[in-house]
């Protein structure tokens, strides 16, 4: 089966994945990803997704269901910070870069918050924690795709619609989650990588239009190359994670 039927009758891919992925005690909790308009009494109850790491808080000091799931999202505060204190500051002294500093300070701070509340819902399983998580791990690439846009496009520039997109993805992480998050998240993932590329292009060729050049284009360009074949990788064990989960891969921590 491609994928299982929610409450409103639909069939969706996203839905099967997530009943794959909760072989324990999860399967009996309430099936809500199929739903056009969520049921806010299960907010503060279980999430219904639950990954392959052993939910085991009376094994570790900090009585935290999945431990190892928990404690790596430091890697996405480190990185958040590290980006906005390091780089914040010479964005803004380039010459037509200063209106790109939001969208990386948005960016940067997206990021941490995606650590914050992932650690939220391994710590705790919470459905209120997931949506949080969804919801920032897709604001930190649509930050990402905008910023790397053109950067002249009349009134409506590209914060103004980076700011509609994040309230829309908001309502959608919410209300339609057949389609939020993994289908919105691999969506703006590969449009970002797009566009990367595609102002790699433009520095190469020596017309960035507005794009900020780095002296150093190999340096760039292995930059872009090892970015993609992380995201190809941490993707593939996600994947597996997700949907081979058993006694040989639980011990893996694929997810973390």
Not at 48 to 73: K, M, S, Y
Not at 133 to 141: H, I, L, R, S
Request: proline share 5%; net charge positive; glycine share 10%.
């Amino acid at each position: 089966r491609l994928g299982a039927s929610g409450p409103t009758g639909e069939w969706s891919i996203v839905a099967a994945l997530a009943l794959r992925s909760r072989p324990r005690a999860q399967r009996g909790a309430p099936m809500v990803l199929g739903a056009r308009i969520p049921d806010w009494s299960l907010l503060l109850g279980p999430a219904p997704i639950d990954w392959c790491e052993e939910n085991a808080p009376e094994r570790n000091l900090f009585g935290v269901q999945e431990l190892h799931n928990t404690w790596t999202n430091i890697c996405y505060v480190l990185v958040g910070v590290a980006v906005a204190t390091q780089h914040t500051a010479r964005l803004a002294s380039l010459r037509g870069a200063r209106n790109a500093v939001p969208l990386f300070l948005m960016f940067s701070i997206y990021t941490v918050l995606t650590g914050v509340t992932s650690a939220w819902f391994h710590a705790t399983l919470l459905y209120v924690a997931q949506k949080s998580d969804e919801f920032f791990e897709n604001a930190a690439v649509l930050s990402l795709f905008y910023l790397l846009g053109p950067t002249q496009s009349g009134r409506f520039g590209p914060l103004a619609r980076a700011c509609v997109h994040t309230l829309a993805l908001g309502a959608g992480v919410f209300c339609i989650p057949e389609l939020f998050c993994e289908v919105h998240l691999m969506a703006i993932v590969l449009l970002a990588f797009g566009r990367a590329a595609a102002c790699l292009d433009q520095v190469s060729r020596g017309s960035n239009g507005g794009i900020p050049g780095a002296g150093g284009v190999g340096a760039m360009r292995r930059t872009f190359y090892t970015a993609l074949a992380s995201a190809a990788v941490g993707f593939a064990f996600w994947l597996v994670d997700r949907l081979a989960c058993g006694p040989a891969v639980r011990p893996l921590h694929l997810h973390a």
